[in-house]
């Protein structure tokens, strides 16, 4: 009895500690944010918004901010169609034809970013194609199609065929059907697929710094600001980020779980 | 444009004619319907006439073909060669929203977004049914499932039977010309089964309609059916009366899988059969291998003196065998013996009418039966 | 006759993105790869001299980047490892909250962890600023910024998430009667876990793994934000062969070998693993 409650008390340290480990960056990340100071140190001195205003008064921030939404959106939006598209017919497939499908489809995500970004740079340039935000969201597009494509395939693998069979039975056309009936039980899926989709472009730096040719979205705006040393406002452009990606996430977590 | 066409027979709820009345025309009518996966046959050349008002059960184990049958009638399965004409028309190329039938599905398929009101109402939306007439119809349909007080529950809170009574409701409102049933009651428990069964019939005596359903439960096909078709390798194997497929099975398969049965085998010469374990009895038909087939209850186990006796002693009008008793098995309103006669294990069944008398494991007895009660098949066991 | 046209009408837009976002740029990268650039012009000959001054002049930095990616992976799949089977044999209720928590982190922004990194183990940092107020220091250090500690370490917590989802989804299948049957059948609490579980999070591993080994092998910001001289990546010297010297075909050839030799590692670690969970 003892020697379980030692081994117990073991696993509840470590298990503690990791989630310390995890999650410590981040709540110091917010906390950071309202400091007083120039320098992040600990303790901290005194609390101020300074920093929240300071970046409110750079209009390249908000350029950036601006950027990074026109490719969320748009990426959340093409993504989604395109990949809740494939996902429908993949269903139909055998789940062996399937499961291929979405091991090809998966290779952008294995390799690299930076390699992915770097061949669609050197495609984009070298066919004279040029760069700017259409190319950042055709690679955000790519990168974020196996997750839409994953997520939206699972659940209408699952779905059960004989509600599609009831509803052709009933009079349904094959529209009508999936109209009335497929979009209607999958849509909380599509939805969370669209918000992981969005939180993936919003996260992402490598191909948004190598596909965007001028300009700034929020990671590489940020990006700059670190390569300058370290300076508080970049706590704040953080803090929009990750809330941001945190909504998306949160979101479509509540919105997959939703009706199981 | 179904729905005009299948108003006119059953649209009142009123008792139909005697099931199978007026051989006219046939309602369903399949020729040779095939169906190949690949290299596999799963259904090979099928006839089949359903007539109007019929309660026809497809029976057979799983992989038989038989619900690749039903699926091909309903117009989810192509099929691979034949017609299938219903109401005089043909519908073989016809996808499911354009047949006048209407499916019970085995998971139901009921819809998860929709409320038990919405789930019935749904087929009579699509066909845009006024909004009078659809409320109207949708409360009958409840009502003759008995389902009224659940109308608004959503699908996935009901249990598997109230699912099972919405999917029935679901397809009866459609008032289709036949409807089809796969394997409906197999997810339900035994008692709530039976229940469902006796339900089943009551509404297919009350409003008349056509079913074809499928099951591998041989007692439910008995209990509900008119005429079965039983099943096996994608084969027809036998067509009947319920009465019929027990009583003159047409193969060792269609006697063991309806119904228990002990198997003979012997060889028939000069119109007189030799059965392998012993005895022999007149019988008129081809030489060749034949099987005889004896229910456990047509069989008479006889113990005391007449065990003593032996089989040898018995009247040259019954066949007998000496054995000697190996199990009791009480069943409730009957038992069951299990009896070792060389190296085969005979069942004697019993109905209980009173105190059984006191039998001991491993005593001698005589088992013996008419040959008016065996049934002889040409064909021995498969090679 | 729409089943048949079906899949093909609904997959074509995805196979179009995948054609002209993947396929045709990774391949013309790859045709790049072979070609020259001479005095800031790029010359189309093919010549796989590239591949040859990959070796020669980079094989330091690609072999110090494939040693700490295989740390970098190995410790990640390690951790998560641990954190999953916590989540599924040990935490109980709290379970859920376990994996929510590291749900929040899986797309907690890259970079911005980076930074905190950064500002938690600087000279000026949290770290630093503990440990006087401690009285175990007096005067800052610095050893815990600018060495590849501090990217084990950064990259360890970015990619920890991406490592338990996969880990999660063959652990989560895991049926719990096997494991009661085992111990039921006579065997020790380490024999289920080394014989029953262990095998069956295979797939999981080999995915974890895989995962953090190439993002790992491919990153730069990283390593040159938290890195120092001591941690140049090989990313930083293929970002720099198209920020710095324009030398693209060098670049690519660049990627394409990182790419090889990480196949022949993951493949490698792959079978070491088939072989050491497998039943025996």
Same mark, same amino acid.
């Given at each position: 009895m003892r020697?379980l409650? !030692?081994?117990?008390l073991?696993?509840w340290v !470590?298990? *503690?500690?990791?989630?310390f480990?995890?999650?410590?960056?981040?709540?110091?990340l917010f906390?950071f944010?309202?400091?007083?100071g120039s320098v992040?140190?600990?303790?901290?001195?005194?609390?101020?918004?300074?920093?929240?205003?300071?970046?409110a008064?750079?209009p390249e921030?908000?350029?950036?901010?601006?950027?990074?939404l026109?490719v969320?959106?748009?990426v959340?939006?093409?993504?989604?169609?395109v990949?809740?598209?494939a996902a429908?017919?993949? !269903?139909?497939?055998p789940a062996?034809?399937?499961?291929?499908?979405?091991s090809?489809?998966s290779?952008?995500?294995?390799l690299?970013?930076?390699?992915?970004?770097?061949?669609m740079? *050197?495609?984009?340039?070298g066919?004279?194609l040029?760069?700017?935000?259409?190319?950042?969201?055709?690679?955000?597009?790519?990168?974020?199609?196996?997750?839409?494509v994953l997520i939206v395939?699972?659940?209408?693998?699952?779905?059960?065929?004989a509600?599609?069979d009831?509803?052709r039975?009933?009079? =349904?056309?094959?529209?009508?059907t999936?109209?009335t009936?497929v979009?209607p039980v999958?849509?909380p899926?599509?939805i969370?697929? =669209?918000l992981?989709?969005m939180?993936l472009?919003?996260?992402?730096?490598?191909?948004a710094?190598?596909?965007?040719g001028g300009?700034?979205t929020?990671?590489?705006f940020?990006w700059?600001?670190l390569r300058?040393g370290?300076?508080?406002?970049?706590?704040?452009?953080g803090v929009?980020?990750?809330?941001?990606?945190?909504?998306?996430?949160?979101? !479509?977590?509540?919105?997959t779980r939703?009706?199981? | 444009?179904?729905?005009?066409a299948?108003?006119?027979?059953r649209?009142?709820?009123?008792?139909?004619?005697a +099931?199978?009345?007026g051989?006219?025309?046939p309602?369903?009518r399949?020729?040779?319907?095939?169906?190949?996966?690949?290299?596999?046959?799963?259904v090979?050349?099928?006839?089949?006439?359903?007539?109007?008002h019929?309660f026809?059960?497809?029976?057979? +184990?799983?992989?038989?073909?038989?619900?690749?049958l039903?699926?091909? &009638?309903? %117009?989810?399965?192509?099929?691979?060669g034949g017609t &299938?004409?219903?109401a005089g028309?043909?519908v073989?190329?016809?996808? +499911?929203?354009?047949? +006048?039938?209407n499916m019970v599905f085995?998971?139901?398929?009921?819809f998860?977004?929709?409320?038990?009101?919405q789930?019935v109402?749904? %087929?009579?939306?699509?066909a845009?049914?006024?909004a009078?007439?659809?409320?109207?119809r949708?409360?009958?349909?409840?009502?003759?499932?008995?389902?009224?007080?659940f109308?608004d529950r959503?699908?996935?809170?009901?249990?598997g039977?109230?699912?099972?009574?919405?999917?029935?409701a679901?397809t009866l409102?459609m008032r289709?010309?036949?409807l089809?049933?796969?394997?409906p009651l197999a997810a339900?428990d035994l008692?709530?089964?039976?229940?469902?069964?006796?339900?089943?019939r009551?509404?297919h005596?009350?409003?008349g309609?056509?079913?074809?359903f499928v099951t591998?439960?041989q007692?439910e096909?008995m209990?509900?059916?008119n005429?079965?078709?039983?099943?096996?390798d994608?084969?027809?194997v036998?067509?009947?009366?319920?009465?019929?497929?027990?009583?003159?099975?047409?193969?060792?398969?269609?006697a063991?899988?309806? %119904?228990?049965?002990?198997?003979?085998?012997g060889?028939?010469?000069?119109?007189?059969?030799?059965?392998d374990i012993?005895p022999?009895?007149a019988?008129?038909g081809?030489?060749?291998p034949?099987t005889?087939?004896?229910?456990p209850?047509a069989?008479?186990l006889e113990?005391?003196?007449a065990a003593?006796?032996g089989?040898?002693?018995?009247?040259?009008?019954?066949?007998a065998?000496?054995?000697?008793l190996?199990?009791?098995?009480?069943?409730?309103?009957?038992v069951k013996?299990?009896?070792?006669?060389?190296?085969?294990e005979?069942?004697v069944?019993r109905?209980v009418?009173g105190?059984?008398?006191?039998?001991? &494991? %491993?005593?001698?007895?005589?088992l013996?039966?008419?040959?008016?009660d065996?049934?002889?098949?040409?064909?021995?066991?498969a090679p | 006759?729409?089943?048949?046209r079906?899949p093909?009408?609904l997959?074509?837009?995805?196979?179009?993105?995948f054609a002209?976002?993947f396929v045709?740029?990774a391949a013309y990268f790859?045709?790049v790869s072979?070609?020259?650039v001479r005095s800031?012009r790029l010359v189309?000959? $093919? $010549?796989?001299?590239?591949?040859l001054?990959?070796?020669?002049d980079?094989s330091?930095p690609l072999?110090? /980047?494939?040693?700490?990616?295989?740390?970098?992976? $190995?410790t990640?799949t390690g951790?998560?490892f641990?954190y999953?089977?916590?989540c599924?044999?040990?935490?109980?209720?709290?379970a859920?909250l376990?994996?929510?928590?590291?749900?929040l982190?899986?797309?907690?922004g890259y970079?911005?962890k980076?930074?905190m990194?950064?500002?938690i183990l600087?000279d000026s940092?949290?770290?630093?600023?503990?440990l006087i107020?401690?009285g175990?220091?007096?005067?800052?250090?610095?050893?815990?910024?600018f060495?590849?500690?501090?990217v084990?370490? /950064?990259l360890?917590?970015y990619?920890v998430?991406f490592?338990?989802?996969?880990?999660?989804g063959?652990?989560h299948?895991?049926?719990d009667?096997?494991?009661?049957?085992? @111990?039921d059948?006579?065997?020790?609490?380490?024999?289920?876990?080394?014989?029953?579980v262990?095998?069956?999070?295979? /797939?999981?591993?080999v995915?974890?793994f895989?995962? /953090?080994?190439?993002?790992?092998?491919g990153?730069?910001a990283?390593? @040159?934000l938290?890195g120092?001289?001591?941690?140049?990546?090989?990313?930083?010297?293929?970002?720099?062969?198209?920020?710095?010297r324009l030398?693209?075909?060098m670049?690519?050839?660049?990627?394409? $070998?990182m790419?090889?030799?990480?196949l022949?590692?993951?493949?490698?670690?792959?079978?070491?693993?088939?072989?050491a969970v497998?039943?025996r």
């Open positions: 020697r409650d !030692a081994i117990a073991v696993w !470590a298990g *503690t500690a990791a989630v480990f995890m999650l410590a960056p981040l709540v110091a906390v944010s309202f400091s007083a992040l140190t600990l303790p901290v001195t005194g609390w101020s918004v300074r920093w929240y205003r300071e970046l008064a750079t921030f908000w350029i950036a901010l601006k950027n990074s026109v969320c959106v748009a959340g939006f093409a993504s989604t169609t990949g809740t598209m429908m017919a993949m !269903a139909r497939l062996r034809r399937a499961g291929a499908l979405i090809v489809f290779l952008p995500v294995m690299p970013p930076l390699v992915l970004a770097l061949s740079l *050197t495609f984009f340039v066919t004279g040029g760069l700017g935000l259409p190319t950042v969201i055709l690679g955000h597009l790519v990168y974020t199609l196996p997750f839409v395939y699972a659940r209408m693998a699952a779905f059960d065929p509600i599609i009831s509803a039975d009933l009079g =349904a056309s094959p529209w009508r999936f109209a009936v979009l999958a849509r899926t599509i969370g697929a =669209a992981v989709a939180a472009s919003l996260d992402d730096f490598v191909i710094l190598f596909t965007i300009g700034n929020l990671p590489t940020m700059g600001m300058k370290v300076n508080p406002g970049i706590n704040v452009v929009v980020l990750v809330t941001l990606i945190l909504v998306a996430s949160l979101l !479509a977590l509540r919105v939703y009706r199981g | 444009m179904s729905l005009q299948s108003t006119d027979a649209s009142a709820v009123a008792p139909g004619p +099931p199978g009345a051989r006219a025309e309602l369903v399949l020729s040779g319907v095939t169906r190949r996966f690949g290299a596999h046959v799963a090979h050349p099928v006839d089949l006439a359903v007539h109007r019929d026809v059960a497809i029976l057979g +184990p799983s992989g038989c073909g038989k619900t690749s039903l699926r091909m &009638i309903g %117009g989810f399965l192509e099929p691979s &299938i004409e219903i028309r043909d073989t190329r016809l996808p +499911p929203d354009r047949r +006048p039938t085995q998971g139901y398929g009921l998860p977004h929709m409320t038990v009101r789930n109402a749904y %087929g009579l939306r699509i845009r049914v006024s009078a007439e659809r409320d109207r949708v409360e009958e349909a409840l009502a003759l499932v008995h389902m009224e007080s109308a959503l699908a996935p809170q009901l249990s039977g109230q699912a099972q009574r919405v999917a029935l679901r409102v289709p010309e036949v089809l049933l796969d394997e339900l008692k709530l089964r039976k229940t469902m069964q006796e339900e089943l009551g509404i005596r009350s409003i309609g056509t079913f074809v591998h439960d007692e096909a209990a509900l059916a005429r079965i078709l039983v099943m096996q994608g084969r027809v036998q067509e009947g009366g319920p009465t019929e497929i027990y009583g003159r099975p047409a193969t060792r398969f269609v063991t899988f309806v %119904g228990d049965a002990n198997l003979f085998d060889r028939r010469a000069g119109g007189r059969v030799d059965l012993g022999a009895f019988d008129a081809r030489d060749g034949v005889a087939v004896v229910r209850q069989i008479t113990t005391g003196p003593a006796a089989a040898a002693g018995r009247g040259g009008d019954r066949i065998l000496d054995g000697r190996v199990d009791i098995v009480p069943l409730g309103p009957s013996f299990l009896v070792a006669v060389g190296d085969r005979i069942a069944t109905t009418t105190p059984v008398e006191p039998l001991e &494991i %491993g005593s001698r007895v005589v013996s039966w008419r040959p008016a065996q049934v002889v098949i040409a064909g021995g066991p | 006759m729409t089943l048949r079906g093909l009408v997959l074509s837009p995805a196979f179009g993105v002209v976002c045709l740029p790859f045709v072979f070609w020259q800031y189309k000959e $093919t $010549t796989a001299e590239n591949y001054r990959v070796f020669t980079y330091g072999l110090d /980047t494939l040693v700490l990616a295989f740390i970098v992976a $190995t990640v951790f998560a641990f999953v089977y916590l599924r044999f040990k935490a109980g209720r709290f859920p376990l994996l929510f928590a590291a749900m982190t899986l797309f907690g970079l911005t980076i930074y990194w950064r500002t600087g940092g949290i770290l630093n600023a503990s107020t401690a175990l220091i007096e005067e800052p250090i610095s050893v815990f910024l060495n590849p500690v501090a084990v370490i /950064t360890g917590h990619l998430p490592a338990i989802l996969p880990l999660y063959v652990m299948a895991i049926r009667d096997p494991l009661e049957a085992a @111990r059948l006579g065997a020790s609490r380490w024999h289920v876990f080394r014989h029953i262990l095998p069956q999070c295979r /797939t999981g591993i995915a974890a895989t995962l /953090t080994f190439l993002f790992t092998s990153d730069f990283t390593a @040159r938290v120092g001289p001591d941690a140049s990546l090989f990313g930083v010297f293929v970002q720099g062969q198209f920020t710095q030398n693209q075909p670049g690519a050839a660049m990627a394409f $070998t790419l090889a030799c990480c022949v590692v993951v493949s490698a670690v792959a079978l070491g693993v088939r072989r497998a039943y």
